[in-house]
């Protein structure tokens, strides 16, 4: 009986591998992955040399793990095998309460942390420049409430205090924690199946530097507030818990005459928009807010000449904020130095800035490689 058992096992098995590799021959391939968001590996070109050195059998098999069968499913299958079996944040990314995803707590890097503070120090040494800094809390800090248990511990509140005191001599700290943590319960300010701020949120911490500015904002009434549904972010994409609820995201507009130059000197475009809503067709929905990434964005207000001239350092909390700032500048510069490689010192010489505002959300700043590029 045995024997015959172990003989059916082995031909089910045998019959299940043979369908899949039948249907990974012949079913249909996607191109792109809806759910990762990413574009998925083709079919390896062949030659002897890439044989020969064991990339083509890499690429092959990064071609078969892409295209196998209801991969989908078993990779969200996976995901929620873990959560259920109570290895929640197995994937870097915990599962909250009433529908929220939160980025495991960062392990700072305080080598890096240090190097990074000091960069922005010598930049305000040499540019001379007012400069603000502005960090962003992680989701799981502010909405501890919403967190699974047990979780690890978030370290913000640490290391806000360290760049806090290594920077404020020289540097204007925009201090959101508190007015998030109070707001918390009032407002969603984060995404639920995405790392960032939404349009709320935002608008939340640009009152903050509005105050500290003596400068007065639209209320929330006065924008024209378009919501679209469908949006899933990075975490949903990380995690593969891929049966959570889509967020809506919002675009708050008000009626300002701008122009929006993206690109470098050889190959500049503008826009008289600072919402993309072509990219609402698309799997990744985020780029609404000023196209996305991009090394250098210029935003001028025609219709604030006398306004502040403002160059703004930062990763991609900056592209939801950036749309309430413009109202009250005349000009703003972006650098995301993940992809602006000239010096920025030298940028801040050619150009007339009034002030610098440095905006992070706090893990990056504290594992960025590209600070260096300030000098």
Known sequence: MTKKYNILLTVMFCIFLGSMALMTAVLPK?????????KLAEFPEFSVKKLLNGKWETAFENYISDHFPARDAFVAADSYYNLYTGINGAKGVYKGKDGYLFNIPVQCDEEKLSANLNAVLEFIDKTGLKTSIMLVPSAGYIMSDKLPSPHMRYTDEDIRYEIEQTCSDKAEMIDIFSKFKNHKDDVQLYYKTDHHWTSAGAYTAYCLWAEQNGIQVREKGDYTIKSFDGFYGTLYTKSALWN?????????????????????????????????????????????????????????????????????????????LVPFLAENCSVIDMVDLRYYYDSVSELVKENNYDEALILYGISNLCEANDLSTLQ
């Not at 996607?30 to 990413?38: A, G, H, L, M």
């Not at 889509?246 to 675009?251: G, K, L, Q, R």
């Not at 300002?256 to 503008?270: C, H, M, P």
């Open 244 to 320: 959570e609820e889509s967020d809506d995201i919002e675009v708050w507009e008000s009626p300002i005459n701008v122009t929006v130059s993206l690109g470098d000197d050889a190959n500049i475009e503008s826009y008289n928009s600072m919402f993309f809503e072509e990219h609402l067709e698309n799997a990744d929905k985020y780029p609404v807010f000023l196209d996305g990434n991009h090394g250098f964005e210029r935003i001028i207000n025609a219709d604030n000449p006398d306004g502040r001239r403002v160059i703004v350092i930062k990763d991609s909390f900056a592209h939801c």
């Open 30 to 38: 996607q191109s792109v992955s809806v759910n990762e968001k990413r």
